[in-house]
Structures are given as C-alpha cells and as structure tokens.
C-alpha cells in the first residue's frame, strides 16, 4: 500500500501553524508541502529590521504603502503556497483596511529575502520565481556575504532577470513606492 504525503493549503497550514507545538517554529508552505527553517540569527533579524525602518522613515504615515516583517503571503490561485519574506512593502491600493488578522491574499509588491547560512541561492531564486509569477514587482535578495543584494525582476516574456548591487550601490523601489531608493552602504555599515 502506498503512503502519500498529506498536502496542506492555506486553511489546513494556518491550523497546523497555531497548533502548540509549532508555536516556535518558522513556517513557509510551498505547493503543499510545509517547510521548516531555522529561526534567524541577529544579524539576519537586524537587517530585516533595516528594511521595515527605511520603508517606513519613507512612508511614516503609510499612506503609499505597508511594509511588514516576516507575514505570511499567498495568492488566492495558489492556495498551496504561503510565504513569509523577511521584510515586504505592499502598496496602499493593494492593501485592506483594516490589515488582516490572518495572511495575506496577495504577494507584496517588494519582497525581500535574506540569505541565511543554511539557504542556498538556488532556494532564493525559487522563491523569488514564485513571488514574481504571482504579482510581485521586485524581489531583493539580500545577500550578507557579498554585502550586496541581487534584484530580481519579470521579464516580459516571463522569464527572471537578475541584477547585482553592491554596497556601493542603491536600492531603487521602482515605482513601489514611487521614489524609493536605499544607499546599500546604509545596510552593511
């Protein structure tokens, strides 16, 4: 007899998330199957805070957007998928009033991930597909080591573009939000 292995969506994966035992634990679900990672260290934190703090001193009011750290993400035609990037802005026209109590039924605008010593680029990349291909705009993929970022993008024909900034550089938001940019310098000093 063959076994399978059960397949969560966004209802089942919330339950399981809010059960006890997994209190602690850090969560993403990817095409049904629930992922575990290591609890991020200082600097990792630290630097997601960067991110929160520099889209909000840009936005104090909030009246372009919302930035979060570490919410859940998914899109109402992938009820299989659910992603907590470390730090994301959603523009206000996109985002609810009042904020939701539960995840999100949309990908940010900016998604931002940091790499981790257990996370490989390829698994960043993946990520980073998956949030494009379900409406994110910009993908930044922070990348400690190398004191830089790796910016992924859309195509038009739907294949991933991918430019590195290093420190020296800036983040640019865009256009989300309009006039955004961030001296890398500020984030590696």
């Not at 209802?11 to 399981?16: A, G, K, N, S, T």
């Not at 006890?20 to 997601?48: C, S, Y």
Request: net charge negative; glycine share 8%.
């Amino acid at each position: 007899m063959e076994v399978k292995a059960r397949v969560y969506d966004v209802d089942r994966f919330w339950e399981f998330v809010h059960q006890p035992e997994n209190a602690d634990k850090h969560l993403e679900l990817i095409k049904g199957e629930i992922i575990e990672m290591a609890p991020p260290g200082e600097a990792h934190g630290f630097l997601a805070g960067l991110f929160y703090h520099h889209f909000l001193l840009f936005d104090p009011q909030r009246k372009m957007g919302v930035p979060t750290v570490e919410s859940g993400y998914y899109t109402p035609d992938d009820r299989y998928t659910v992603l907590a990037p470390d730090a994301a802005f959603r523009l206000r026209k996109r985002a609810d009033a009042p904020l939701n109590k539960r995840w999100v039924s949309m990908m940010p605008d900016i998604a931002v991930e940091i790499k981790s010593p257990s996370d490989s680029m390829a698994q960043m990349r993946r990520k980073a597909a998956i949030y494009l291909e379900n409406g994110s705009q910009l993908v930044w993929l922070v990348i400690p080591d190398q004191r830089g970022v790796e910016v992924c993008r859309l195509e038009d024909e739907g294949g991933i573009q991918t430019e590195f900034i290093g420190i020296d550089g800036s983040l640019s938001g865009e256009g989300v939000p309009p006039g955004f940019q961030l001296e890398l310098a500020a984030l590696f000093a």
